[in-house]
């Protein structure tokens, strides 16, 4: 869980952190209101707490077949993103993929859930990429 100075930048993962070291203020707790991949086609797609999207071509499985058709090698069934209630995302490339999915230009292992940072690049084949974000929630 990450916390954070409500008066200046510092942040931190650490569970037994409560004040900030440069002004002594309380942590509070920063929470993901969403997880967002910004598509290179100018598809944004977002993800809820808790909430799972298929990506692939196959409309009997994606939402999303509609306009990933236009990626020949994205697979019918290429991966599937995810944001968990505690604020992590992940993404877990499909078995049945011909094509990889990448995590910052590194090869997922395919059926296994991988991180997605603030920041990152997700690229499904080699053809489709997109930057992912993680905002957080308005107060
Ligand atoms: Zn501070």
């Known amino acids: 869980m990450t ?3 409500p008066y200046c930048d510092y942040t931190t993962e650490d569970a037994s952190a409560f004040t900030c070291p440069h002004d002594h203020s309380p942590l509070a707790e920063v929470r993901v209101a969403a997880l967002r991949l910004s598509f290179q086609d100018g598809t944004v797609v977002e993800v809820g707490p ?4 298929r990506l692939g071509r196959d409309p009997e499985w994606s939402g999303h077949a509609g306009w990933l058709g236009a990626f020949a090698r994205v697979s ?6 995810g944001l968990r209630g505690n604020g992590t995302a992940y993404v ?4 049945d993929t011909r ?3 990448y995590v910052d230009g590194a090869a997922v292992r395919k059926g296994l859930s991988t991180t997605l940072g603030d920041g990152c690049t997700l ?3 080699t053809q489709l990429s997109a930057r992912v974000s ?3 929630e308005a107060r």
């Open 99 to 101: 094509n990889d999915t």
């Open 3 to 5: 916390r954070k100075c």
């Open 134 to 136: 993680l905002p957080e």
């Open 50 to 53: 808790g909430e799972e999207v």
């Open 92 to 95: 877990v490339a499909e078995d």
């Open 76 to 81: 019918r069934r290429h991966a599937t993103v």
């Open 123 to 125: 690229r499904l084949s």
